[in-house]
Protein backbone atom coordinates (compact mmCIF):
# COMPACT_ATOMS: atom_id res chain seq x y z
CA UNK A 1 0.00 0.00 0.00
CA UNK A 2 1.12 3.28 -1.04
CA UNK A 3 1.03 6.56 1.95
CA UNK A 4 -1.77 7.65 0.02
CA UNK A 5 -3.98 4.04 0.50
CA UNK A 6 -2.88 4.40 3.79
CA UNK A 7 -3.58 8.22 4.45
CA UNK A 8 -7.63 8.54 6.20
CA UNK A 9 -9.88 10.76 4.56
CA UNK A 10 -13.19 12.28 6.98
CA UNK A 11 -16.30 11.03 5.65
CA UNK A 12 -17.17 14.63 4.23
CA UNK A 13 -13.58 14.15 1.88
CA UNK A 14 -15.16 10.34 0.74
CA UNK A 15 -18.75 12.02 -0.26
CA UNK A 16 -17.15 14.68 -1.81
CA UNK A 17 -14.81 12.88 -3.75
CA UNK A 18 -11.12 13.59 -5.01
CA UNK A 19 -12.04 15.22 -8.39
CA UNK A 20 -11.33 18.90 -8.91
CA UNK A 21 -13.35 20.65 -11.16
CA UNK A 22 -11.57 23.39 -13.06
CA UNK A 23 -13.18 26.01 -15.01
CA UNK A 24 -11.53 28.67 -17.12
CA UNK A 25 -12.24 32.15 -18.22
CA UNK A 26 -9.77 34.40 -19.89
CA UNK A 27 -10.10 37.96 -20.65
CA UNK A 28 -7.33 39.81 -22.29
CA UNK A 29 -4.35 39.21 -19.74
CA UNK A 30 -6.35 37.79 -17.15
CA UNK A 31 -7.20 34.05 -16.25
CA UNK A 32 -9.26 33.78 -14.13
CA UNK A 33 -9.82 29.76 -12.39
CA UNK A 34 -12.95 28.75 -10.85
CA UNK A 35 -12.08 25.88 -8.55
CA UNK A 36 -14.25 23.36 -6.84
CA UNK A 37 -14.41 20.11 -4.37
CA UNK A 38 -11.11 18.70 -3.45
CA UNK A 39 -7.52 20.33 -4.64
CA UNK A 40 -5.04 17.70 -4.57
CA UNK A 41 -1.56 17.29 -6.56
CA UNK A 42 -3.36 15.46 -9.22
CA UNK A 43 -5.76 18.74 -9.47
CA UNK A 44 -2.28 21.24 -9.09
CA UNK A 45 -1.15 18.87 -11.77
CA UNK A 46 -4.46 19.81 -13.84
CA UNK A 47 -4.55 22.73 -13.13
CA UNK A 48 -0.98 23.71 -14.51
CA UNK A 49 -1.75 21.89 -18.09
CA UNK A 50 -4.81 23.28 -18.53
CA UNK A 51 -3.63 27.01 -17.72
CA UNK A 52 -0.13 27.18 -19.65
CA UNK A 53 -1.45 26.83 -22.84
CA UNK A 54 -3.27 30.20 -22.47
CA UNK A 55 0.09 32.48 -21.07
CA UNK A 56 0.77 32.65 -24.53
CA UNK A 57 2.98 36.37 -23.57
CA UNK A 58 4.93 37.74 -20.36
CA UNK A 59 2.58 39.26 -17.54
CA UNK A 60 -0.23 37.50 -17.28
CA UNK A 61 -2.85 38.06 -13.77
CA UNK A 62 -3.70 34.12 -12.56
CA UNK A 63 -6.53 34.59 -10.25
CA UNK A 64 -7.76 31.32 -8.82
CA UNK A 65 -11.19 31.43 -7.65
CA UNK A 66 -11.30 29.10 -4.23
CA UNK A 67 -15.16 30.26 -3.47
CA UNK A 68 -16.43 26.64 -4.51
CA UNK A 69 -13.25 24.74 -3.23
CA UNK A 70 -14.36 22.40 0.12
CA UNK A 71 -10.68 21.46 0.55
CA UNK A 72 -6.61 21.54 -0.20
CA UNK A 73 -5.07 18.51 0.58
CA UNK A 74 -1.59 20.01 2.13
CA UNK A 75 0.69 18.07 -0.33
CA UNK A 76 -0.51 19.94 -3.25
CA UNK A 77 0.40 23.40 -2.08
CA UNK A 78 4.38 22.80 -2.41
CA UNK A 79 3.31 22.33 -6.20
CA UNK A 80 1.01 25.67 -6.26
CA UNK A 81 4.38 27.24 -4.75
CA UNK A 82 6.57 25.80 -7.21
CA UNK A 83 4.07 27.06 -10.09
CA UNK A 84 3.83 30.26 -8.83
CA UNK A 85 7.88 30.77 -8.82
CA UNK A 86 7.50 29.44 -12.30
CA UNK A 87 5.09 31.88 -13.60
CA UNK A 88 7.18 34.83 -11.74
CA UNK A 89 10.18 34.27 -13.84
CA UNK A 90 7.79 35.25 -17.29
CA UNK A 91 6.69 38.45 -15.02
CA UNK A 92 3.08 36.76 -14.50
CA UNK A 93 1.32 36.88 -11.28
CA UNK A 94 -0.86 34.08 -9.46
CA UNK A 95 -3.90 35.46 -7.01
CA UNK A 96 -6.05 33.30 -4.68
CA UNK A 97 -9.70 35.04 -4.29
CA UNK A 98 -12.33 33.63 -2.91
CA UNK A 99 -10.15 30.92 -0.43
CA UNK A 100 -12.13 30.49 2.79
CA UNK A 101 -9.71 30.83 6.21
CA UNK A 102 -10.02 27.11 6.83
CA UNK A 103 -8.23 26.80 2.82
CA UNK A 104 -5.83 29.63 3.94
CA UNK A 105 -4.49 27.86 6.97
CA UNK A 106 -3.46 24.98 4.88
CA UNK A 107 -1.32 27.07 2.43
CA UNK A 108 0.26 28.43 5.66
CA UNK A 109 1.10 25.40 6.85
CA UNK A 110 3.66 25.00 3.88
CA UNK A 111 3.94 28.44 2.74
CA UNK A 112 6.50 30.22 5.24
CA UNK A 113 7.34 32.80 3.22
CA UNK A 114 4.02 33.69 2.21
CA UNK A 115 4.99 33.36 -1.57
CA UNK A 116 0.58 33.39 -1.98
CA UNK A 117 -0.27 35.72 0.34
CA UNK A 118 -3.21 33.48 1.79
CA UNK A 119 -2.64 34.22 5.49
CA UNK A 120 -6.05 33.58 7.51
CA UNK A 121 -6.91 36.99 9.08
CA UNK A 122 -6.48 35.34 12.52
CA UNK A 123 -2.71 34.92 11.84
CA UNK A 124 -2.19 38.27 10.36
CA UNK A 125 -1.93 39.10 14.08
CA UNK A 126 1.06 36.40 14.52
CA UNK A 127 3.11 38.69 11.94
CA UNK A 128 4.70 41.75 13.40
CA UNK A 129 6.50 45.30 11.85
CA UNK A 130 9.95 44.94 11.67
CA UNK A 131 11.43 46.69 15.27
CA UNK A 132 7.86 45.65 16.75
CA UNK A 133 7.81 44.99 20.53
CA UNK A 134 6.02 41.88 21.26
CA UNK A 135 5.99 43.21 24.86
CA UNK A 136 3.38 46.30 24.53
CA UNK A 137 -0.21 45.54 23.58
CA UNK A 138 -2.10 47.43 20.74
Known sequence: MTPRELARTSPWQEAAGTHTEIEIRQLDRTVRVSLSGILD????????????????????????????????DYRATGALIAWNRRLGAFRHTLYLHGWSEYLKAIVVMEDWDRELGATPAAMSAWRQPAGARSDLMP
Do not use: K, Y
Request: proline letters at 3%; zero cysteines; glycine letters at 10%.
Open 41 to 72: RDGVDRLISRVSPRLDRRGFRIILDGTRLTHL
